[in-house]
T-cell receptor, first 112, second 118 residues
Framework: KQEVTQIPAALSVPEGENLVLNCSFTDSAIYNLQWFRQDPGKGLTSLLLIQSSQREQTSGRLNASLDKSSGRSTLYIAASQPGDSATYLCAVYSYNNNDMRFGAGTRLTVKP | EAGVVQSPRYKIIEKKQPVAFWCNPISGHNTLYWYRQNLGQGPELLIRYENEEAVDDSQLPKDRFSAERLKGVDSTLKIQPAELGDSAVYLC????????????????FGPGTRLTVT
């Protein structure tokens, strides 16, 4: 059974700092991995989708990497801003479960 | 383009009462998902529809939960009777399709319905 873990559970940084969020998964037989952002009381917004054949994806100040063999992904946020404050979730779609499994998320606070 | 629409946004009911949630997916999206998100956790899939067919409902508690997607567009998720443990956010998502060429399509989520059972 696929287990997805995100560390840390919460993170607080000053504005302008570069930061890394971590995601690990137990079953490396995945089709893809997706990073989402969730604002309080809102649904999920897709940030980046990495197919299993890819190593990384970039969108603006965000860069996500995937190391399938070690079961890890990182989300790098450059020059963080207060507007980046939200919960970030990763999700993996794996062969064996045939569905998408989410981590519990990292709650990010960027202080002005 | 309108996103995934859900209603109501909030619902408070007493235990043993019935409740229903409605979802309108993005136009043209064949696949529709219902997830439940407990506080401090990631969403968990309840049921997935391909058009009007429920193709994955293994995580749906069938003794009290039911869902339908008539005509392959809108969907309704129902709980009857509700229990205290059903308090959660119920999220609907849609995608163009589910699986093609060893990958899955990007899912788009609605704002969710926050259910409180007292």
């Amino acid at each position: 059974k696929q287990e997805v873990t995100q560390i840390p559970a919460a993170l607080s940084v000053p504005e302008g700092e570069n930061l890394v969020l971590n995601c690990s998964f137990t079953d490396s037989a995945i089709y893809n991995l997706q990073w989402f952002r969730q604002d309080p009381g809102k649904g999920l917004t897709s940030l980046l989708l990495i197919q299993s054949s890819q190593r990384e994806q970039t969108s603006g100040r965000l860069n996500a990497s995937l190391d399938k063999s070690s079961g890890r992904s990182t989300l790098y946020i450059a020059a963080s801003q207060p507007g980046d404050s939200a919960t970030y979730l990763c999700a993996v779609y794996s062969y064996n479960n045939n569905d998408m499994r989410f981590g519990a998320g990292t709650r990010l606070t960027v202080k002005p | 383009e309108a996103g995934v629409v859900q209603s109501p946004r909030y619902k408070i009911i007493e235990k043993k009462q019935p409740v229903a949630f409605w979802c309108n997916p993005i136009s043209g999206h064949n696949t529709l998902y219902w997830y439940r998100q407990n506080l401090g956790q990631g969403p968990e899939l309840l049921i997935r529809y391909e058009n009007e067919e429920a193709v994955d409902d293994s995580q749906l508690p069938k003794d009290r939960f039911s869902a339908e997607r008539l005509k392959g567009v809108d969907s309704t998720l129902k709980i009857q009777p509700a229990e205290l443990g059903d308090s959660a956010v119920y999220l609907c998502a849609s995608s163009l399709s589910y699986f093609v060429w060893g990958s899955s399509y990007e899912q788009y989520f609605g704002p969710g319905t926050r259910l409180t059972v007292t």
